[in-house]
C-alpha cells in the first residue's frame, strides 16, 4: 500500500467511537446498511473503511455528516449477538481519506491511503521518548496506566504508530481523538499528544486533590459523629443525658406553650419528633432546625396594649408634622373608631401622594399615637408571590416571605405595617402578589394566613396595615376596594419652607450631633434651597440639601470651631450652583413663543413652546421630547389654526406654502399629555399672525378640532410653577374653576385667572393688550 494508492471498499460509520491504524477495537453493528456493508466484506478481503460519524443520533448520515479521514481496517471477527446486533473485531491499518461514496444497499466508498512518510533519527527519538515520559506522569498522577502498558509501548519503535496508541488511552473526547487522527503530519501529531499527556496530568492532579480535601472533611465529619456518641454514652452512663434529643426535647416543650390551635401543634410535634431521629450531621436536621428557629423567633404571644388617647394623639401627630390639616383630621378620625370598636378597622388606610410629602412618616406617627411597633415593606417590584409568603421548606436555602419576616422584626403580632409603594406591585409567571396580599390584608382569612415556609396558620388579623402609593390608578383594583384613601398634597414652596424652619432642620442638626448656635440657616436660605437646588412635589430633595449643609459644617466646626451661619448669598459654598433656573420671563412679549404649564411627577414645570414659521411647502416639524399625544396635539392645533385663519388674519393658504417648525426647549424631560393643546395652537398662531404673546400669562388647556377648550388635571401643582416663575396670569379652562379651591390661598390671592371655553378667547387674552399683573 502506498500513499495516494485509491481503493473501493464498503464503509461503515460509526458512532461515538474513533479508530486508530495499528489498534484493534470491537464495536457492535444494528443498522442494516452496515450489516450489509459486513457482508460484503467477508465476500472480499475483509477490508472495510471506518469512518467517524460527526452526530452519533443520526441513522442515515449524508456527506456533511461524516468526518473525511478514517482508517481501513481489517475485520478479524464477526459474532451475532441477540436482536440482530452483529459485535465486529476490527483491526486498523491506515489513514485513509474518503472521496467519494454511493449508497444502494450499503455505503461504497473510494478513500485514498493518507499515511505521511516516516519520520526518523533524533528528532524523532527526542518527541517519543518525550511523550512516553508525559505519559508515564499522567499515569503516576491518574493512577490509570499500568507498567505492563508502559512497558509494551516502549517496545514500539514507529513514531506514528506510537503517537496512536498512547491517543487511544488517553483521549476521551470524540472531536479530540478524530483531530489526533486528521493530523497527517507525524511530528505535529506527537506534538499534540504530548500536549494532551501534559493537560490530562495537570487534570488528574486537581482532581487527586479535590478527592483528598472531599475524604478528610468526611472523616472530620464522621470524627465528630464519633466523638458525640461517646460523649453521649459517658454522659448517659453518668446519667447526665445531653444528647442530640435534647434539642428536639427543647422544641416539644416550646410548642406545647404555643398559643396557637390545636392542630397546627400537633403538625409541629410531630415534625419535632421526626427530627430525634435524624443524624444531627444530616442536611435535613439542619433544615428542620433553622425551622423551629423560625418558629421560636416569632413573637406568637406578643401583643402591645393600644393606648389611643385622642389629644396625645393629635399632638403626636402635630409634633412631627406641618400642616396636613385635612390628613391629621382623617387620621384622628380613624383612630376614634378604633378606640370605640376596640379593634383596628376593616379598611385599610392608604395614602396616596407624591414622593416625599409625608406618607411614611405620618404612617409612623400613627404607630407612635397607639403605642404600637413599626414596620415598613416596600412592594415596588415585587412580582413574585414567594416574597410574600416565602418559598417551600423543601427549597434549599428558604426562608418565610417577607410579611412573617417583618412581623418577627416588629417583635409583636400587632405592629402598624407599612405597605409601601403598593402601585409599583407587578405580576408574571412566578405568580400574582395581589392575590397573596389580598389575603393578608383581608380579616375574614388573615388569622390563618399561611406562609409557604412556615406551613402552620399564622394570624394577622391584629396587624394594621397602611398601605402607600403614588398613584391611585395603579393600585390593582381588588386591592383598591379594600383601601380607605387618603390623598397627601404636594406641597407650596411657602409650606416647604415652613417644613423645613420647623421640623426638617432641627431633624437634621440632631442627627449630625449639632444644634442651632453651631448652624444657622436663615430663612432666605432656604427659600433660596427650594427655589434653586429642588424641583419636587414633597420634601425629600430639600431635607437632603439639609443634610449636605450639615455635613459641611460639622467638618468645618470639628476642624476650626467655626460657627456657620448659611445665608441666601453664601449657600454656593455649601451646596454648589444652582441646579434649577426657573424660566425666565421673556422680556419683550414675543412672536411663536407661549407658554404653558405641565405636570410631572417631580410637579409642575413652566413649558415654554416655540413655533417658527418659514416660507416652504406645507412641512411641520416637531421637536423636543414630545410624546405621541403631544404630536397629536401639534397637529390639531396646525388644523385649528387653518380654520380659525381668517378671523386671526391669517392667508389662508398658509398650510400649501408655508414649513411650520413647533419646538420644546428643556427637551431633556420627556412631556406628553394633551394639556398643552391650547399654547401649542396659540404659538402657532402669533407666528403666523405676526401678532406678539403676552410675556405675563401662562397657560393650560385641551383644545378639539372645532376649538372647545377641555378640562386638565394637576392644576394646583401647574399653579405653582406659574407662580415660582413669577408669571401671575394663567388661562384655563372654565371647568377647572372648581379645583381653585385645592390652591392655598397664599398662592390663589396673588394670581388672576382667565377661565375659557373656546379657542377664540385664549386668542383675546394671549395675543391681546398686556395687562400689570395682580399683585
Ligand atoms: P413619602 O413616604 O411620602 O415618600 P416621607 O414620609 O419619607 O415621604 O417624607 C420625607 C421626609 O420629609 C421625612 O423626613 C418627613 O419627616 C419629612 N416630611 C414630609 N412632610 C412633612 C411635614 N408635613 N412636616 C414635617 N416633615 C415632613
Known amino acids: 500500500m502506498m500513499q495516494g494508492e485509491k481503493f473501493a471498499l464498503p464503509m461503515l460509520p460509526l458512532r461515538g467511537i474513533v479508530v486508530f491504524p495499528s489498534t484493534i477495537t470491537n464495536f457492535e453493528v444494528v443498522r442494516e446498511t452496515s450489516l450489509k456493508a459486513l457482508d460484503k466484506v467477508m465476500e472480499k478481503d475483509a477490508r472495510i473503511f471506518l469512518v467517524t460519524q460527526k452526530n452519533p443520533r443520526m441513522e442515515s448520515p449524508e456527506r456533511e455528516d461524516i468526518f473525511s479521514v478514517g482508517v481501513i481496517a481489517k475485520v478479524r471477527h464477526i459474532l451475532k449477538i441477540s436482536g440482530g446486533m452483529v459485535r465486529v473485531l476490527a483491526e486498523g491499518l491506515q489513514r485513509a481519506r474518503l472521496i467519494e461514496y454511493t449508497l444502494e444497499d450499503c455505503y461504497m466508498a473510494t478513500v485514498e491511503d493518507c499515511t505521511q512518510s516516516a519520520f526518523k533519527g533524533e528528532k524523532a527519538a527526542a518527541y517519543m521518548r518525550s511523550l512516553i515520559e508525559k505519559y508515564e506522569e499522567f499515569g503516576l498522577a491518574s493512577n490509570r496506566v499500568s507498567q505492563e502498558a508502559l512497558l509494551a509501548l516502549s517496545e514500539i519503535k514507529s513514531p506514528s504508530r506510537l503517537a496512536d496508541t498512547v491517543a487511544v488511552g488517553l483521549v476521551k473526547e470524540i472531536p479530540e481523538k478524530q483531530g489526533i487522527l486528521e493530523t497527517l503530519d507525524i511530528e ?96 435535613d436536621y439542619n433544615v428542620m432546625l433553622n425551622y423551629f428557629e423560625w418558629i421560636m423567633a416569632l413573637p406568637f404571644r406578643k401583643y402591645t396594649v393600644d393606648d389611643i388617647d385622642i389629644a396625645r394623639a393629635k399632638k403626636a401627630l402635630n409634633r412631627h408634622h406641618y400642616g396636613m390639616t385635612k390628613v391629621k383630621e382623617r387620621i384622628l378620625e380613624y383612630l376614634s373608631i378604633c378606640k370605640l370598636t376596640g379593634k383596628v378597622q376593616g379598611n385599610i388606610l392608604c395614602f396616596i401622594g407624591p414622593p416625599g410629602v409625608g406618607k411614611t412618616s405620618i404612617a409612623k406617627a400613627i404607630a407612635e399615637a397607639m403605642g404600637r411597633k413599626f414596620v415598613r415593606m416596600s412592594l415596588g417590584g415585587v412580582r413574585d408571590e414567594a416574597e410574600i409568603r416565602g418559598h417551600r421548606r423543601t427549597y434549599v436555602g428558604s426562608i418565610p416571605g417577607r410579611i412573617i419576616s417583618n412581623i418577627r422584626r416588629a417583635g409583636t403580632m400587632n ?90 432642620i432641627s431633624k437634621q442638626l440632631e442627627k449630625h450631633g449639632m444644634n442651632k448656635e453651631i448652624l444657622h440657616i436663615q430663612p432666605s436660605a432656604v427659600r433660596a434651597i427650594i427655589s434653586g437646588y429642588t424641583r419636587e412635589s414633597g420634601v425629600r430633595e430639600l431635607e437632603r440639601c439639609i443634610a449636605d449643609i450639615c455635613r459641611k459644617a460639622a467638618k468645618a466646626y470639628v476642624e476650626k470651631g467655626d460657627r456657620i451661619l448659611v445665608k441666601k448669598n453664601n449657600l454656593v459654598k455649601y451646596l454648589g450652583n444652582p441646579r434649577y433656573m426657573d424660566t425666565k420671563l421673556p422680556k419683550e412679549a414675543a412672536v411663536g413663543t407661549a407658554i404653558g404649564l405641565a405636570w410631572t411627577r417631580a410637579g409642575g414645570t413652566t413649558l415654554p413652546i416655540e413655533v417658527s414659521v418659514m416660507e416652504g411647502s406645507g412641512e411641520t416639524e416637531l421637536t423636543g421630547q414630545m410624546g405621541d399625544v403631544m404630536k397629536e396635539s401639534a397637529k390639531t392645533a396646525i388644523s385649528l389654526v387653518r380654520s380659525h385663519a381668517e378671523s386671526l388674519g391669517i392667508s389662508a393658504e398658509f398650510h400649501k406654502k408655508k414649513d411650520i417648525h413647533i419646538h420644546i426647549p428643556e427637551g431633556a424631560v420627556p412631556k406628553d399629555g394633551p394639556s398643552a393643546g391650547i399654547t401649542m395652537a396659540l404659538a402657532v398662531a402669533s407666528a403666523l399672525s405676526g401678532r406678539k404673546v403676552r410675556r405675563d400669562i401662562a397657560m393650560t388647556g385641551e383644545v378639539t378640532l372645532s376649538g372647545h377648550v377641555l378640562m386638565i388635571g394637576g392644576l394646583r401643582e401647574k399653579t405653582f410653577a406659574a407662580y415660582r416663575a413669577g408669571i401671575y396670569n394663567v388661562i384655563l379652562p372654565k371647568d377647572n374653576m372648581v379645583d381653585l379651591e385645592e390652591i392655598p390661598k397664599e398662592i390663589r390671592s396673588k394670581l388672576h385667572f382667565f377661565p375659557v371655553t373656546e379657542f377664540r378667547e385664549v386668542v383675546e387674552i394671549g395675543l391681546g393688550q398686556e395687562k400689570q399683573h395682580a399683585d
Open 188 to 283: 505535529e501529531r506527537l506534538q499534540k499528544v504530548i500536549n494532551h499527556a501534559v493537560r490530562e496530568k495537570n487534570i488528574a492532579m486537581i482532581e487527586s486533590e479535590i478527592s483528598k480535601k472531599t475524604k478528610s472533611r468526611l472523616e472530620q465529619t464522621q470524627k465528630e459523629h464519633y466523638l458525640r456518641e461517646q460523649i453521649r454514652s459517658i454522659q448517659s452512663s453518668l446519667g447526665e443525658e445531653e444528647n442530640p434529643e435534647s434539642e428536639a426535647d427543647k422544641i416539644k416543650a416550646y410548642v406545647k406553650t404555643m398559643p396557637v390551635a390545636e392542630d397546627t401543634k400537633e403538625k409541629l410535634q410531630k415534625e419535632a419528633a421526626r427530627m430525634e431521629h435524624m443524624n444531627m450531621q444530616s442536611p
Open 415 to 504: 405592629p402598624v405595617f407599612l405597605l409601601d409603594e403598593i402601585d409599583k406591585m407587578a405580576s408574571d409567571f412566578r405568580g400574582d402578589p395581589t392575590a397573596a396580599l389580598l389575603e393578608v390584608l383581608d380579616e375574614e382569612v388573615n388569622q390563618t394566613f399561611q406562609d409557604h415556609y412556615l406551613d402552620i396558620d399564622f394570624d394577622l388579623s391584629g396587624v394594621m396595615f397602611i398601605a402607600t402609593a403614588n398613584n391611585a390608578d395603579d393600585i390593582p383594583p381588588a386591592l383598591y376596594d379594600r383601601m380607605e384613601i387618603i390623598e397627601l398634597d404636594s406641597y407650596t414652596p411657602y409650606e416647604k419652607e415652613q417644613i423645613a424652619l420647623r421640623h426638617l
